[in-house]
């Protein structure tokens, strides 16, 4: 019979879930008596759609589809970011919401995975609109969310304000203020320190470790970065205190390059003051599409999905490629870099800063007691090294891919629990 939506099972023609599905296929000969459970991986435990009305400054009214994914809860309470982008589609948020799963299993923190996200490009809304929206969205999420259930974070185009509307509509609808429902809130509204710049110091940590353990030296290193918001940004700024140079950016206005290396301070506040790295001074621009034949050592795709694909893998010159988006680069990409012999540092464990330290925060909201970002980073460094540690065992020992290596640590997490649970009823 035929249907005019594929079935969510079907790893073809369904968009980023599909590369998700067959990236689960790849790990289940490792996954021993477990595999057994594995279908568990395959279907989101829980989806909700839901229509976003709000009245526009204009006197109009405009829908918006909002989604909510809780793919598995086995581990613990939902955790996931919000997006906010005009592309955002189901069968993305379904991806999202697995890869946190996974993510949260690799780096041993205890949550189980989900997503949200709305089609609007928020930056044709008004801080009204985008905050009438914010909070219509959490109000039509909250009966799966909350401190001890799911708990949203920041994701593309989303921030500490948007977060700080989810945290207050959240606790005006319940009737007590409830910090813990959201990580990634302002610092003043039980957010934590350290917390906007810990995906980037998370990418920035499991790249040096991989350096060393390749004998690529950081110090001169050349850096290109795809996005330089949250996460390209702050990567980008590490590595260059740390002696690399960062040759090429691209983000949505344009890419820049500067052989000798960009001045990212002063990027950074280019970004900040203009909205984008298009019109920087301190460098020539470059076409989009040479981007990926840049000559660099270290490439760190840091925007959207489906970025790295087989028609522009074979131009990539970077030794070592570090995931900071979720999603980058497609199967067949990830074949082609594997037979190159250039080294990928999944998604999975290369983003997994960010919800670590989304996991101190909701921990001190918990104990309402705060710590010194000194002491978060360092704890954030210590988790991220070891986790990064027992995975490049992993991948040694089965001699398999970084990602599939990922995979096994944290699906075998993930089913262990599963399987201890037992199925209720
Ligand atoms: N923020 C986090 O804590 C976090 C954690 C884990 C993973 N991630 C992932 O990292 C990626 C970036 O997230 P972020 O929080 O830095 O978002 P952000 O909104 O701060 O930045 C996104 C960047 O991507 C760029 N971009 C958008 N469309 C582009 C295009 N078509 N081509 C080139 N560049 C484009 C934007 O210009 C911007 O520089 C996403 O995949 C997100 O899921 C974020």
Redesign the pocket.
């Known amino acids: 019979m035929q249907h005019a939506l594929p079935s969510y099972l079907n790893p073809d023609d369904v968009g980023p879930w599909g590369t998700y599905l067959k990236q689960v296929d790849r790990v289940t000969p490792y996954l021993g008596s477990l595999a057994r459970w594995v279908e568990t991986l395959k279907r989101p435990k829980r989806i909700l759609i839901v229509d976003v009305p709000i009245e526009m400054d204009d006197g109009s009214i405009a829908h918006f589809e909002g989604y909510r994914v809780q793919h598995n809860l086995s581990r613990g309470p939902g955790k996931g ?1 919000v ?1 906010f982008h005009q592309d955002v589609t189901l069968s993305e948020v379904m991806a ?1 919401s697995a890869w946190m799963s996974v993510k949260n299993a690799a780096v041993n923190v205890p949550y189980g995975g989900a997503k949200g996200g709305i089609r609007v490009d928020p930056r044709k809304l008004s801080k009204g609109e985008l905050e009438r929206l914010t909070r219509r969205y959490t109000s039509e999420i909250g009966l799966l969310i909350g401190p001890s259930k799911d708990i949203p974070a ?4 989303t921030n500490g304000q948007i977060m700080a509307w989810m945290m207050d509509t959240y606790s005006m609808n319940t009737g007590a203020t409830a910090t813990g429902v959201v990580t990634g809130k302002p610092v003043d509204l039980g957010g934590s320190l350290g917390r906007v710049e ?2 980037g110091r998370g990418v920035f940590t499991v790249g040096v470790e991989a350096a060393k353990l390749t004998g690529l030296p950081v110090e001169g290193a050349r850096v290109a970065v ?7 940004g702050t990567a980008g700024k590490l590595f260059a205190d740390a002696g690399a140079k960062v040759v090429a950016v ?4 344009g890419t820049i390059y500067n052989a000798s290396g960009l001045d990212v301070a002063a990027l950074l506040e280019h970004v900040r003051t203009q909205g ?1 790295v298009g019109g920087f001074a301190g460098a020539e621009s470059m076409a989009n599409d040479d981007f990926w034949g840049v000559g660099c050592d270290i490439l760190i795709p ?4 489906g970025q790295i694909t087989k028609d522009n893998a074979h131009r990539i010159q970077a030794k070592l490629v570090i995931e ?3 999603g980058p680069t497609t199967p067949e990409a990830d074949d082609i870099l594997n037979d190159k012999g250039v080294l990928v540092l999944p998604d999975v464990i290369a ?1 997994a800063g ?1 919800v670590t330290v989304s996991y101190f925060e909701w921990v001190q909201d918990f104990s309402s007691f705060f710590w010194s970002e000194d002491e978060i980073n360092a704890r954030l460094v210590r988790i991220m090294q070891e986790a990064f540690a027992s995975i490049w065992q992993v991948a040694q020992e089965n001699k398999v891919s970084l990602r599939t290596a990922t995979f096994i640590v944290a699906c075998k997490r993930i089913l262990h629990a599963r399987e201890m649970r037992g199925l209720y009823p």
């Open positions: 970011g997006r999202l920041p994701d593309v185009n810990a995906t795809q996005g330089f918001g949250n996460v390209g691209q983000d949505h206005t984008g840091a925007a959207l999905e900071g988006a979720n983003n960010g």
